[in-house]
């Protein structure tokens, strides 16, 4: 199951309810990893950027009727 950045039509593998999804928006690995790349370059003052910026965060996928995390986009 792929997933991408906007709420999408799943059937909920744990409830087994046809809906959309709820997204969250967290740091993943990436967003870790694109921060300490920052710090290697001595690029201090935009650490803080990659955890501001929506395209370097994980948007996580929630079941709307349950709440049970579904998977995050890459
Ligand atoms: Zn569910």
């Known amino acids: 199951m792929q997933f991408g950045s906007e709420p999408q039509h799943v059937i909920c593998p744990h409830c087994r309810v ?3 999804t709820t997204i969250e ?3 993943n690995t990436t ?11 001595g690029l201090w003052c935009c650490v803080p950027c990659p955890y501001c910026m929506d395209s370097c965060m994980a948007k996580k ?4 009727n349950c709440k049970m995390y579904l998977g995050e986009n890459e």
């Open 31 to 41: 967003t870790h990893l694109f921060a300490l790349l920052l710090c290697i370059f």
């Open 18 to 20: 046809h809906g959309r």
């Open 25 to 27: 928006t967290g740091a």
């Open 61 to 64: 996928h929630y079941c709307s």
